[in-house]
């Protein structure tokens, strides 16, 4: 027969069990919560990260800036022929992109006559003493405003349209147009291809190429 003070003893020994055990158990239930919280946090943070190199690499591989119109020709006619002393280019910036410094240094213009030149960096100057329409009578002048300074035969400009804020960003709602100037001595003429390319700083390049017709015959043609 069975001590009644064994039994008390024995029931307490498996009392004392029972809550280590569930001690225990609570004590593994904490810890994998706590690693469960870690994962999903690098999870989290994995995600955003890779968002955010999404994007960044969308901005790269997306140009901010797109042609805002026709590009225009100015041609300098002698006789029955004649050859392209300016090109102008109306640009702004392209839907939902970001506010472009389109500063000298900041950003670079490129002008290749295929075949015949290329000129790695021509962005000099801007002017935001503005015009606020583009029209025959006046492309002569906003070509005259890019002077060529002899160190290259080729000179670009960026001139800005009314109304901007007077400053080298171009932001939503403005308009500028690139002016590239060329000297007679290297003048793209009929049948070439020219090429000009704006690199700016976040983004990929506007590049812009067009063929010259065969007749020049006009002082301001239509490149399309």
């Known amino acids: 027969m069975v001590k009644p003070h064994r039994t008390r003893i024995t029931r307490r020994m498996k009392a004392i069990v029972g809550i280590e055990s569930a001690i225990v158990l609570i004590a593994f239930v904490v810890v994998?919560?706590?690693?469960?919280?870690?994962?999903?946090?690098?999870?989290?943070?994995?995600t955003q990260?890779?968002?955010?190199?999404?994007?960044?690499?969308?901005?790269?591989?997306?140009?901010?800036?797109?042609?805002?119109?026709?590009?225009l020709a100015n041609v300098t006619i002698s006789g029955n022929?004649?050859?392209?002393?300016?090109?102008?280019?109306?640009i702004r910036l392209s839907a939902g992109q970001k506010p472009v410094d389109l500063t000298p240094g900041k950003?670079?213009?490129s002008v290749w006559i295929l075949g015949k030149a290329a000129f790695p960096q021509v962005y000099n100057s801007t002017d935001t003493n503005s015009f606020t329409s583009i029209s025959n009578n006046n492309i002569t002048t906003i070509c005259n405003n890019v002077t060529l300074d002899g160190a290259s035969?080729?000179?670009?400009?960026?001139?800005?349209?009314?109304p901007?804020?007077?400053?080298?960003?171009?932001d939503p709602g403005e308009k500028a147009l690139i002016v590239v100037r060329f000297d007679?001595?290297?003048?793209?003429?009929?049948?070439?291809?020219?090429?000009?390319?704006?690199k700016?700083?976040?983004?990929?390049?506007?590049?812009?190429e067009r063929s010259i017709p065969a007749s020049l015959t006009q002082q301001v043609i239509d490149l399309g």
């Open 184 to 198: 007679n001595t290297i003048a793209p003429t009929a049948y070439d291809v020219v090429k000009v390319e704006l």
């Open 200 to 208: 700016v700083p976040i983004g990929a390049a506007l590049t812009v």
């Open 107 to 109: 950003s670079i213009i």
């Open 81 to 90: 022929s004649g050859n392209v002393t300016c090109l102008l280019i109306p």
């Open 153 to 162: 035969s080729v000179n670009a400009s960026i001139v800005w349209t009314t």
């Open 164 to 170: 901007n804020n007077h400053d080298n960003v171009l």
């Open 32 to 46: 994998a919560a706590a690693l469960a919280f870690v994962v999903l946090n690098m999870g989290f943070f994995t």
């Open 49 to 71: 990260r890779s968002k955010e190199t999404i994007g960044s690499g969308l901005a790269q591989a997306s140009s901010s800036i797109e042609i805002d119109g026709t590009v």
